[in-house]
């Protein structure tokens, strides 16, 4: 799907200023993609809590991120586990945390760490943290302030039906510990969108539930599988390239063999357009480059 729109794209250069209101979208949208480098925040809410992310990303490949904690890199951190993860990326799945002042790779973690006690965990304390829970079936409707559509945008696009109690049990956080780029991002919205409405800068619309689902659900999240999902954007466009965008998403998701609905709003804002600088220090590169060096051999053999 995104070499398609990438394709379309390049057959129109330098139409901007001609092209159609919406073409002209979608070509802003795929920019943020040949920027050399760029950085980002993104403000997070859903039923469990609100959270930041900040991202710096450089087309060499390198890219730095300081997350929310998730539970699944807590248990393996023990106490040493802090309220966010920073970390370096050199592709989706290759990765180091930083940790205890060092840099390290998550499967050098221990799979469980022993002074790991789940229900005297900080983080626990964050799934009681519910801001507004209108139950099953009510789509989107908590008061979110980055909402400017209303306190309701989602009530008549997915209506769910009742679940069972003991998959209803507490409020869901759809925190993950991945890599998602905003300019990947955008390529799903653009290539995925089932409305498109533009209004000078801004631009709004639907998404299919193709669409919806892939950014719920980051990629190799395995242990997450989503089942139907629904979702709302609206982009801003500055000097032909996307520099903030809106995301309201809702779903139902396989989680631990359980279904829990989910619901999350998103603001992020882009800057530092080909100014960026991405810091790798050299025992996190070492890590990183170690890693791809042996994923090239793999490949070859």
Request: hydrophobic share 40%; with cysteine.
């Amino acid at each position: 799907m995104k070499p398609q729109i990438v394709l379309y794209v390049a057959l129109l250069p330098g139409a901007l200023l001609v092209a159609a209101p919406a073409d002209a979208v979608i070509m802003a949208a795929m920019n943020l993609g040949e920027q050399r480098s760029y950085s980002w925040t993104a403000s997070v809410t859903d039923d469990a809590r609100t959270y930041e992310i900040a991202g710096k990303t450089a087309r060499a490949g390198y890219t730095w991120v300081r997350l929310p904690m998730v539970e699944q890199i807590a248990r393996r951190l023990g106490r040493a586990a802090e309220p966010d993860i920073e970390a370096l990326f050199n592709g989706p799945e290759n990765c180091v945390i930083r940790t205890d002042g060092q840099w390290v790779r998550v499967e050098d973690l221990p799979r469980r760490h022993p002074d790991w006690v789940e229900q005297n965990s900080w983080l626990s304390g964050h799934r009681s943290m519910i801001l507004h829970h209108p139950g099953p079936g009510m789509g989107i409707g908590f008061n979110d302030p980055l909402d400017p559509f209303g306190n309701d945008p989602f009530a008549s696009l997915l209506l769910l039906p009742p679940l069972p109690p003991e998959e209803e049990d507490r409020p869901y956080s759809n925190a993950q510990f991945a890599l998602s780029h905003p300019h990947d991002e955008l390529a799903v919205i653009v290539s995925s969108h089932a409305t498109m409405n533009v209004r000078g800068k801004r631009a709004e619309g639907l998404l299919t539930d193709l669409g919806a689902q892939l950014l719920l659900v980051r990629e190799g999240q395995d242990e997450i599988e989503p089942i139907v999902a629904a979702g709302r954007y609206e982009l801003t466009v500055e000097d032909g390239v996307v520099t903030r965008y809106n995301l309201w998403l809702e779903g139902l998701l396989y989680v631990d063999r359980k279904r829990v609905h989910v619901r999350q709003s998103s603001q992020t804002t882009i800057s530092g357009l080909g100014s960026t600088v991405v810091d790798v220090p050299a025992d996190a590169r070492r890590l990183l480059d170690g890693r791809r060096l042996l994923a090239g051999l793999e490949i070859r053999r």
